[in-house]
Antibody, heavy 122, light 109 residues
Framework: EVQLVESGGGLVKPGGSLRLSCAAS????????MNWVRQAPGKGLEWVSS????????YYADSVKGRFTISRDNAKNSLYLQMNSLRAEDTAVYYC???????????????WGQGTLVTVSS | SYVLTQPPSVSVAPGQTARITCGGN??????VHWYQQKPGQAPVLVVY???DRPSGIPERFSGSNSGNTATLTISRVEAGDEADYYC????????????FGGGTKLTVL
């Protein structure tokens, strides 16, 4: 059974940093591109970042470019999102999601984690 | 940047057919994916590549895409279909953005 489990969310002050993790199991993690998608309270879905299976290709939404860094450790079956210079508007549930396609040509996201809440507030 | 436009809400009686649209400039040239999200839960992929269904998704869910509009059709709607639905595309022309529509709340009357 495919499972994605996010962790690392919490309350952080504006300007602070946080590192999210996503532990994958039930599939060959190293064969899939992965994504982070967020959802602000009461709002819609927003794509944040994608990373290819070998980390060769990485993409970011304009809203997080220069502040967030996506990475992965295929040996540990884990995906990460380092978030720096956090702002109030980064407050959201952050989901990791597996891509049916590739980071270079994304398709649908067929498995999602349960999400981890990040709250940026003083 | 590429914009996907969905109606905020759609209402349908049980047993009827719901159609949720997703508008975008020449969206027919892109692959459209659809997600269902129930309150407090993660999204679930219900249609990908315009009209394919992942395993486990009922045949009642179907999709089409042409011109400037993609459509998710839910036949024989059930109370359990009440949820938010989001369309998604990959905009290869604008710095590799993955774009979601604003979402449509499906209400089963």
């Amino acid at each position: 059974e495919v499972q994605l489990v996010e962790s690392g969310g919490g309350l952080v002050k504006p300007g602070g940093s946080l590192r999210l993790s996503c532990a994958a199991s039930g599939f060959t993690f190293s064969s899939y591109s992965m994504n982070w998608v967020r959802q602000a309270p009461g709002k819609g879905l927003e794509w944040v970042s994608s990373i290819s299976s070998s980390s060769s290709y990485i993409y970011y939404a304009d809203s997080v470019k220069g502040r967030f860094t996506i990475s992965r450790d295929n040996a540990k079956n884990s995906l990460y999102l380092q978030m720096n210079s956090l702002r109030a508007e980064d407050t959201a549930v952050y989901y990791c999601a597996r891509d049916l396609g590739t980071a270079m040509a994304p398709r649908g996201f067929d498995y999602w984690g349960q999400g981890t809440l990040v709250t940026v507030s003083s | 940047s590429y914009v996907l436009t969905q109606p905020p809400s759609v209402s349908v009686a049980p047993g009827q057919t719901a159609r949720i649209t997703c508008g975008g400039n020449n969206i027919g040239s892109k692959s459209v994916h659809w997600y269902q999200q129930k309150p407090g839960q993660a999204p679930v992929l219900v249609v990908y590549d315009d009209s394919d269904r992942p395993s486990g998704i009922p045949e009642r869910f179907s999709g089409s895409n042409s011109g400037n509009t993609a459509t998710l059709t839910i036949s024989r709607v059930e109370a359990g279909d009440e949820a938010d639905y989001y369309c998604q595309v990959w905009d290869s022309s604008s710095d590799h953005n993955v774009v979601f529509g604003g979402g449509t709340k499906l209400t089963v009357l």
